[in-house]
């Protein structure tokens, strides 16, 4: 297995399928959103997942540092969950102006806070304690 794979893409997977699992389980237990509502969109907060996101982020930070992944490996790593979001939403964009038009902006940014910034902010924290600091010491090959 090559370096980027062991340093970038499996703490990656990692980092998404453990928050992909935890909304699963929460929904599959029946805890449903807080929705807080502004003017015609309510955001959705599920208090129980974002407070396990920081788990997640951390999880793919450290697997990344831990292989010697560089900064951008980590950081791509731990925000892995919502970075496929936010492709997958501004990939349906084009259709969704297409059909909507121009006032659908609104609900991208509103889509975009919800999903990316705040679900991100979380996965961040988890990931400050191995941000810093250089790559991961060689391993001492043991006789």
């Not at 502004?38 to 951390?58: D, I, K, N």
């Not at 509103?110 to 400050?128: C, D, E, R, S």
Request: net charge positive; with cysteine; proline share 6%.
């Amino acid at each position: 297995m090559n370096r980027r794979t062991r340093s970038l893409w499996l703490p990656a997977l990692a980092s998404t399928l453990g928050a992909s699992l935890a909304m699963t389980t929460l929904q599959w237990a029946g805890v449903r959103p807080h929705l807080i509502w502004t003017r015609e969109v309510a955001f959705s907060f599920y208090w129980a997942w974002l407070a396990l996101l920081p788990c997640f982020g951390g999880l793919g930070a450290f697997l990344s540092r831990r292989e010697g992944g560089r900064l951008g490996f980590r950081l791509i790593a731990c925000l892995a969950p919502v970075l496929w979001l936010l492709l997958m939403g501004l990939a349906i964009e084009p259709v969704e102006l297409a059909l909507n038009g121009v006032r659908h902006i609104r609900y991208l940014g509103y889509g975009l806070a919800n999903w990316v910034a705040i679900p991100g902010a979380a996965l961040l924290l988890g990931a400050v304690p191995f941000l810093g600091g250089d790559h991961a010491p060689e391993r001492v090959a043991q006789s």
